[in-house]
């Protein structure tokens, strides 16, 4: 341990794991590289990340088909079958995913103030961070399976926006959430086409599977860490600190890497489309980047509500506000290009258009734990106690009219007379089709991060809110998804994952003589915990 590290970076055991990885000239290059200030803190996120994936072999996600090849072993036998093995192995999945929050609030205090020079770094950092969860089971999530199945349905002939996975045969053993097994695609065309891809060349074996999809993750991985400096450099924020806050946020490696989320390569086609979107592109550069912005939306279809946006970087610097006349033009353009796209997408897969309707009724896939899920569910239970409607019904109403409403929304920040940054804008539109849905999932703060960091430094409580955030859906993600198999009580290993997830958020916020400084709120506290070392230190100052 350096003399700058403080008590709480790793214990001895993690200390000499990583003395003995410095060994190795390749990752002592990759870590310490020529900065050794950063150097504890990202040796501190790589031994996150290795516990992570340790973590996962024993309570990560794996399909029981007799394709899989760990399903047909004994080998993790200890880790998943055993109590013992299995309460360590969540045990080690929620300290090492804390272990990498604390990792990434220790590189960014360190790099404070030279955020300039920053970015080689915090892009190490980021691949540094995601190698070992490559090879890690999925964690924070199993929609992976989802995506198979449905590129199983596609490869079957069948159309995944109106049949559904549970009319195949073994669609239970192949991993996917019974959430889908009733449930359209609320895919785009494009990614359909990739799940499908992916089927045929795997034949369905999940492990070659979760490789290859995890390959799609990595993709859009590379385009945000391309996007975002560029974008950041911009606009006029700092790039390194852009890069550090959003896609170096752990956030994005659990949920994106580890997890395996096709909304990494939504996000990343999203940003490599605008950096191509600028005042005066040629007619070849703007139209590369529609064509992006419009593969985007073959992935995920929500972020048609970045077109207007995307129209609008190409008018943003022109001299007042963008005149009726060119905005017509411009969007006109955006349209056009994204219509041939999705339509070349939509018959290319057979599929055409059908990801519209399914995109208007895949809200109902899960129960609406979200916020405005829940007031749709408490209008529906009192209309149905006072006027004998069914409650689903009315909530469901309730829910269309959020949609409305964020629709309405995003016409307002594309039509008012001044818009609004056009990139804060999309970020302003995707939240609040987040926030007016039925169902909320952790990783949707990521459609959002990179949209507000490439535009402003963030000061004050915004900061300190995210670093909680982040802490919470870390420790709220191990406890929601953990596979653990039936003859091992679920509820006692969520719990000790709990108990271990708060103590670790307890030091990170108020014991860490590091990391506490971030939370101003601990200030005070501190102050009456150890007034006598306050006391010393400034003695020793004023000496």
């Known amino acids: 341990m350096t003399a700058?590290?403080?008590?709480?970076?790793?214990?001895?055991?993690?200390?000499?794991?990583?003395?003995?990885?410095g060994a190795f000239p390749l990752t002592h290059r990759l870590v310490g590289g020529p900065d050794e200030e950063t150097a504890p803190s990202l040796w501190q996120g790589l031994i996150g990340s290795l516990l992570i994936m340790f973590g996962s072999w024993g309570v990560g996600w794996l399909a029981m088909t007799p394709a899989s090849v760990f399903a047909r072993t004994t080998v993790l036998n200890p880790l998943r079958v055993e109590p013992v093995g299995v309460v360590v192995c969540a045990i080690l999945l929620v300290l090492g995913s804390l272990l990498l929050v604390r990792a990434w609030l220790r590189l960014g205090q360190r790099l404070e103030g030279r955020w300039a020079t920053a970015g080689p770094v915090v892009i190490r950092a980021t691949w540094l961070w995601a190698a070992?969860?490559?090879?890690?089971?999925?964690?924070?999530?199993?929609?992976v399976y989802s995506y198979l199945s449905q590129g199983r349905l596609l490869h079957a002939g069948l159309n995944p926006y109106e049949d559904w996975i549970s009319e195949l045969p073994g669609w239970f053993m192949q991993g996917a959430d019974s959430i889908w097994a009733?449930?359209?695609?609320?895919?785009g065309p494009v990614f359909l086409l990739i799940a499908r891809a992916v089927w045929f060349l795997t034949g369905g074996s999940p492990e070659p599977a979760l490789l290859l999809f995890r390959l799609v993750s990595v993709a859009g991985l590379a385009l945000c860490l391309w996007a975002v400096p560029r974008l950041a450099r911009r606009f006029g924020t700092e790039p390194g600190w852009s890069v550090w806050i959003s896609v170096a946020n752990p956030l994005f490696a659990l949920y994106m890497i580890a997890g395996i989320h096709n909304d990494s390569l939504m996000v990343g086609l999203l940003l490599a489309g605008f950096v191509l979107l600028t005042p005066g592109a040629s007619r070849g550069r703007s139209l590369a980047g529609l064509v992006l912005v419009s593969l985007s939306i073959a992935i995920k279809p929500l972020t048609v509500l970045a077109l207007p946006f995307a129209g609008l970087l190409l008018l943003r610097g022109a001299p007042g506000s963008p005149h009726w006349g060119a905005r017509a033009k411009v969007w006109t353009w955006c349209l056009l290009v994204a219509a041939?796209?999705?339509?070349?997408?939509?018959?290319?897969?057979?599929?055409?258009?059908?990801?519209?309707?399914?995109?208007?009724?895949?809200?109902?896939?899960?129960?609406?734990?979200?916020?405005?899920?829940?007031?749709?569910?408490?209008v529906g239970w009192a209309v149905e106690a006072v006027a004998g409607a069914e409650a689903r019904t009315v909530a469901d109403l309730v829910y269309t009219l959020g949609k409305v409403v964020a629709v309405v929304f995003t016409a307002w920040l594309a039509l008012t007379r001044r818009p609004v940054h056009?990139?804060?804008?999309?970020?302003?539109?995707?939240?609040?089709?987040?926030?007016?849905?039925?169902?909320?999932?952790?990783?949707?703060?990521?459609?959002?991060?990179p949209m507000f960091a490439v535009v402003q430094r963030w000061r004050g409580w915004p900061v300190w809110t995210l670093y909680l955030l982040v802490m919470v859906l870390v420790v709220v993600g191990v406890v929601d998804q953990l596979s653990v198999a039936q003859w091992i009580s679920l509820f006692w290993v969520r719990i000790t994952a709990a108990v271990v997830g708060l103590a670790y958020m307890v030091f990170i916020v108020f014991l860490d003589p590091k990391t506490s400084r971030l939370f101003p709120f601990t200030a005070r506290w501190r102050s009456r915990r150890r007034p006598d070392a306050t006391t010393r230190q400034t003695n020793q100052e004023t000496l």
Do not use: K, N
């Not at 041939?340 to 609406?368: E, N, R």
């Not at 999309?426 to 990521?446: H, R």
């Open 4 to 21: 700058s590290e403080p008590p709480g970076d790793a214990s001895g055991a993690l200390a000499g794991l990583r003395r003995r990885l």
């Open 132 to 143: 070992p969860l490559m090879v890690a089971f999925p964690v924070f999530s199993r929609d």
């Open 182 to 187: 009733e449930s359209p695609s609320p895919y």
């Open 422 to 449: 056009p990139v804060l804008a999309t970020g302003l539109a995707l939240l609040a089709a987040v926030l007016l849905a039925p169902i909320i999932q952790p990783w949707y703060l990521l459609w959002v991060l």
């Open 340 to 378: 041939v796209v999705l339509t070349g997408m939509g018959a290319l897969t057979g599929l055409w258009f059908g990801w519209i309707p399914a995109m208007l009724t895949s809200g109902g896939a899960a129960f609406p734990y979200a916020p405005f899920g829940i007031l749709g569910l408490g």
